[in-house]
């Protein structure tokens, strides 16, 4: 089975700008989240999708948001870039939720300049 | 809301022996799930170990083993026979048990693991 993949691997975007992240689960996984790393705050959750609906949320500003298809993969997007947006984005993905074993991705790594 | 502790900011460990790396929690449920997962420098988080905590006995995978005490909220990982490829971050990690807690993850800071031929 081909494992998480995430899409773009590497990103730089300037600030003010938007980004999408894209991230397809391991087939027949229907839970995805997100994740953002940074040397500063380490691992933060930034929200879980399942069966397209958002399950649960991290504490993120609003410019942080994402979506589920149909087909379980998802997109976060974040809006009005900042520098300390810079940061390595991960996406897990689970058989059901609740679930306890997650699979991640390799990550997206966004610089903001 | 749960924290997870890592005070270990880097461990170095000579190739072949024992390691410990230590990690704390806070939580106010009776029920979770703790895990250990490696990340090396490819960046591939992977999962090494998980502890169900209505579980007395402590999980074992391998040379991977926990000391998990419920008790005292401390999940320790212990890394027998260390080898050059266990080098890399590794985070401790906490997800509650209650369903509306869905997948979400609490992770500690890290522990770098360094291994020394």
């Known amino acids: 089975k081909a494992g998480v993949t995430q899409t773009p691997r590497y990103l730089i975007k300037t600030r003010g700008q938007q980004v999408t992240l894209s991230c397809s689960p391991i087939s027949g996984h229907r839970s995805v989240s997100w994740y953002q790393q940074t040397p500063g705050q380490g691992l933060q959750f930034l929200f879980e999708y399942f069966s397209e609906t958002q399950r649960n949320k991290g504490n993120f500003p609003g410019r942080f948001s994402g979506r589920q298809f149909s087909n379980s993969r998802s997109e976060m997007n974040v809006s009005t870039l900042e520098l300390g947006d810079s940061a390595l984005y991960l996406c897990a993905s689970s058989l059901e939720a609740g679930m306890a074993e997650q699979y991640f991705g390799p990550g997206t790594r966004l610089t903001v300049t | 809301a749960q924290t997870v502790t890592q005070s270990q900011p880097e461990m170095s460990v000579q190739e072949a022996e024992t390691v410990t790396l230590s990690c704390t929690y806070d939580?106010?449920?009776?029920?979770?799930?703790l895990f250990w997962y490696k990340q090396p420098p490819s960046r591939q988080m992977i999962l090494v170990i998980r502890?169900?905590?209505?579980?007395?006995q402590n999980a074992t995978e391998n040379r991977f083993s926990v000391n998990f005490q419920k008790a005292a909220k401390s999940f320790s990982l212990k890394i027998s026979d260390s080898q050059l490829g266990d080098a890399a971050m590794y985070f401790c990690?906490?997800?509650?048990?209650?369903?509306?807690?869905?997948?979400?993850?609490?992770f500690g800071g890290g522990t770098r693991l360094m291994v020394k031929p």
């Open positions: 939580t106010s449920e009776s029920d979770y799930y």
């Open positions: 990690a906490y997800r509650s048990a209650f369903s509306n807690a869905g997948n979400m993850l609490t």
């Open positions: 502890q169900e905590a209505y579980k007395q």
